[in-house]
């Protein structure tokens, strides 16, 4: 199962709304997960099973859709939020992860 | 509270094998349902799922690496160790090892990885 991802980077203002998203090259069902990665740090888990907020995960991440088509949505961008953005299918147990959305500062 | 850390060297050269160990604490890997897997992310570049073994010794392998890998647990020593034979530089990554965990809705089991490692780099270079 390949994932794509889009786009590959964009810029943002602190207190924006943005959204990216992610396909999968076949139906994976809800099998979705999104990581969030700083520069020099591990991933971080945000999202599991394309819409459930990890615990501890600020309310202003949101995840939906299922299938092939899936986004995540970050309400009111704070500065901490900049980073690169990863998904993830587990639909199949070879675990792909997607190419990344890098958001940076407008 | 659930911690990973890997080890291993952090030079290695062409054709050689690379061990990495992943010591972990807060679980078992003799619990039901419980998972490590390895991940890695070449300098600049994406993340990478490479090895997944299982409490039942289970494994899963990425297609494109399984003839080079070999993942093992040592439940003693609440270990997980990853061999990969015939190492390579663009093999030149800083790699993971992260608990994974199952979440179950409804009939429904999803899974993540949940819990990283702080990562260790892993240069291939003669």
């Known amino acids: 199962i390949q994932m794509t991802q889009s786009p590959s980077s964009l810029s943002a203002s602190v207190g924006d709304r943005v959204t990216f998203t992610c396909r999968a090259s076949?139906?994976?069902?809800?099998?979705l997960n999104w990581y969030q990665q700083k520069p020099g740090k591990a991933p971080n888990l945000l999202i599991y099973g394309a819409s459930n907020l990890q615990s501890g995960v600020p309310s202003r991440f949101s995840g939906s859709g299922s299938g092939t088509d899936f986004t995540l949505t970050i309400d009111s961008l704070q500065p901490e939020d900049f980073a690169t953005y990863y998904c993830q299918q587990t639909y199949s147990t070879l675990f792909t992860f997607g190419p990344g959305t890098k958001v940076d500062i407008k | 509270q659930i911690t990973l850390k890997e080890s291993g060297p952090t030079l290695v050269k062409p054709t050689q094998t690379l061990t990495l160990t992943c010591t972990f604490s807060g679980f078992s890997l003799t619990t039901s349902g419980v998972a490590v897997g390895w991940i890695r992310q070449p300098p600049g570049k994406a993340l990478e799922w490479l090895a997944l073994?299982?409490?039942?010794?289970?494994?899963r392998y990425s297609p494109s690496l399984k003839s080079r890998l070999t993942i093992t647990m040592d439940t003693s020593k609440s270990q997980v160790v990853l061999t990969m034979t015939n190492m390579d530089p663009v093999d030149t990554a800083t790699y993971y090892c992260a608990h994974r965990q199952e979440w179950e809705d409804s009939g429904t089991y999803m899974e993540a990885f949940d819990i990283w490692g702080q990562g260790t780099m892993i240069t291939v270079s003669s």
């Open positions: 076949l139906s994976i069902g809800i099998y």
């Open positions: 073994i299982f409490w039942d010794d289970d494994k």
